[in-house]
Each structure stands twice: as C-alpha cells, then as structure tokens.
C-alpha cells in the first residue's frame, strides 16, 4: 500500500518504505532513521551552504516568530526582515541599487522574471515582444511559465498545452541564438538562462556565449534573465554568478541557497533600470504572492547571508571546488569516468553510461549525489571539510569500480 505523500520526481507508485528517511544532519551530514550518515554531496537539492543544524539561523527564524510569524507585504503593509534581506540581496548583486520582489520558490521567480519583462514590453508600447528564447539542458522550476521555458523536454511532455511563445535553441549554439534574433528579433521580449545550467547536467558556458547572450539582448532591445536559483550565493565562486563570468543581465533570480534551504524564499532582482520603467507614479505591479516577504523566510535569509559572510564561505566555496575538481581528475586518470565539468563548488562527473545505477550503489554506501542522466552531479555545502571531499571521491571510485 502506498503513502498518502505524493514525492515529487519520483515513481508514483514506490512505496514509502523505500524511501530513505532523513531525520537530522549537522554540517555536510545528515542521518537516516536507522542511525547511518550520508555525506551530503548535493547540499539536499542544490542549495544548503552553511550546512545542516546551524542554531543561527534557526535561532534567528525561532525569534522572528515569537515577534510575528507572518504577514503579508501588500499595500500599505510591510516589515523590517524583509526590507533587510532585500538591501542585503542588491548590495552582493550586480545591482547594488536594484529592486528585489520576493516570493518562496524558485518556480515562482522563474514565473515572476517572465512577467516582468513581458510587462516591460508592453509598457514601452512593443505588445508583439512575447516571444522567450529558452537553451536546450535549461531547468526553470515547474510552474507553468518555468515549465514552458525549461529545455529538458521530459519534463515540459504530458501536461497539455504550455504557455504560448517560447523558442528552444541548442544550449551552447550561439550562432543558432543569432539566427533567432535574425528571424524574430523584434518579437523577442527576454532570453532566460542560468549562468551555469544546473539540473539539466551542469553545464558551464561556453567562451564568449554569455557575453554573445548580452551583446544580442543589446542590439535587438530585449531583455536578459539569469535563472541564477542554483549559481546564486556563491556556488560559482562569486556571491552571483553574473560576477563570476563578468555578464550583467537585465532580471537574476534567486531562491535554494539565500537561506541555505532553512526556510522557503526567492526573489527577482530587477537592475536600477529596468526597476526605473517600473517607478513612474501610479503604476501598479499586479503580482504578488501570499507570503511574499514572508518574515520568518526573511529573518533565515538575513542569518543565512550573515554566516555566510562570517565564514568568508563564498571564497570557501573556491577550496571546495579545488578539492572536488582534484578527486574528479584522479577518476579520469584511473579511468573510471569519462571526464568531468564544472566551476567553483558545482561539478558532473560524465560516465557515459546510466548513472542510476552507479548512485544507488554509492547511496548504500553513504554518500548522497545526484544522477542526471550519463553523469553524476556533486553540489555540496560550502561547509564541506576536505576529509568529507574525500569521502565522496572514494565512495564514487568504490562504485565505479
């Protein structure tokens, strides 16, 4: 007999006792019902940099509620935690005199940044800029508009019609990316890409493709969205990716690691100008979410970003990659994968082969990746000590071996 949870991206049919059940971590490790730890090598889902159990955050979280656990932010409404973590988020972004909106997941600032620019467009009178051009291997959430946006074509099968007017470009193709522009540059509202392409493979920007990105957005007047939910917060080595590769976009979007996972949070970050189209006296943004500003969500965000600064973690997250990129190199020399991709703390390690399988083994034995078709897909906590490093390179050598 099933569970009454529905799991997301999982077999709706496997029963809940073969789920493995996570009941407390610490640092880069967390603990099933049984009592065994797993080195946490995905930072849960792309996101927890500070670690599991940090009392900071939850003391932090735990304070605000006493105070008041929620309210909205709506006119005429508004709260000192949000407010916090906005000028915190705009001051480590590309945009240090930005607007953020904020909302819970990264679904929804995926849906929101999609919005935006097609408001923009209708405001400054260009109505047929409907047109979103997508990258194949892209993962933009699953609400309607990130579904319709995203490149891996699995996920966007067997829910009906999408949304209308997105284009679909070979990921690292740019000349494919001009033609486009060639073809319908004056219909184009936004292209939307993650700096480094993360659930689809992790697949880091070819030279000059971001920029290429940028130059056409320029020449064409429309707009560019990082989809930064997993780049964001120093997973490529700078607190933005956008930093990391020298690009600034037009709309980032954030969520995962502003809080290290501790409560549900996201937001958009708009640059100075395009927040400026926005401020003209009168005009009313019609979007909102619930817990939009969410005090609880937004007092983890402040905590987070504080540890985060504290413990100097955004350069941290350089030594890890060293340390990940170092073991990856040693499989490759002993022929026990094909190769390997990444950049700062976020890296694939290409098999060649079905990756489930390989995962399952080096799970029974510990250590929590991800398998992302052919590869296997390592994101940890920025927290993550070098012994920990080497447990996962050993248990993945174990594995494939």
Not at 37 to 61: F, K, M
Request: one cysteine or more; a negative charge; proline letters at 5%.
């Amino acid at each position: 007999m099933t569970n009454a949870l529905l799991h997301p991206f999982a077999p709706v049919a496997k029963p809940e006792s073969d789920f493995v059940k996570i009941v407390r971590g610490v640092g880069s490790l967390v603990y099933d019902d049984t009592g065994k730890d797993y080195v946490d090598g995905l930072g849960s889902l792309w996101y927890c940099q500070v670690g599991h159990g940090r009392a900071e955050i939850i003391d932090a979280v735990a304070d605000q509620m006493r105070r008041i656990e929620a309210y909205n932010i709506f006119d005429p409404f508004t709260n000192e935690p949000a407010d916090r973590v906005a000028e915190m988020i705009v001051e480590r972004s590309p945009f240090p005199d930005g607007r953020v909106f904020l909302g819970c997941s990264g679904s929804e600032a995926v849906d929101t940044a999609i919005k935006i620019a097609r408001q923009a467009m209708q405001r400054r009178g260009q109505t047929e800029r409907q047109v979103v051009v997508r990258r194949t291997n892209g993962y933009h959430g699953t609400n309607f508009g990130g579904t319709s946006a995203q490149g891996i074509a699995p996920n966007r099968e067997g829910w009906g019609d999408l949304v209308p007017h997105f284009v679909e470009v070979p990921h690292d193709d740019l000349e494919a990316m001009a033609h486009v522009f060639a073809d319908q540059g004056d219909r184009i509202a936004a292209i939307i890409t993650e700096p480094v392409q993360g659930a689809g493979g992790v697949f880091p920007p070819v030279d000059g493709y971001l920029e290429g990105l940028r130059r056409l957005c320029d020449q064409h007047g429309a707009l560019l969205i990082f989809d930064e939910v997993i780049c964001g917060f120093g997973r490529t080595g700078e607190w933005f990716g956008a930093q990391t590769f020298g690009v600034t976009p037009d709309l980032i979007t954030f969520a995962k690691a502003v809080t290290s996972g501790y409560q549900p949070l996201s937001g958009v970050i708009l640059s100075r100008d395009l927040s400026a189209e926005f401020e003209e006296p009168g005009f009313l943004l019609r979007t909102g979410y619930t817990y939009s500003g969410h005090p609880a969500a937004c007092a983890a965000g402040v905590a987070n970003i504080e540890l985060m600064e504290a413990e100097d973690l955004v350069v941290r997250g350089r030594h890890v990659g060293e340390q990940v990129r170092d073991g990856l190199e040693a499989l490759v020399g002993d022929g026990l994968i094909e190769s390997w991709r990444g950049i700062g703390a976020v890296y694939a390690a290409e098999l060649g082969r079905d990756s489930i399988p390989v995962r399952n083994e080096i799970l029974a034995n510990g250590v929590i990746i991800r398998p992302i078709g052919t590869c296997l897909a390592i994101c940890p906590p920025l927290v993550i000590t070098d012994d920990e490093v080497g447990r996962i390179i050993d248990t993945m050598a174990a594995a494939l071996r």
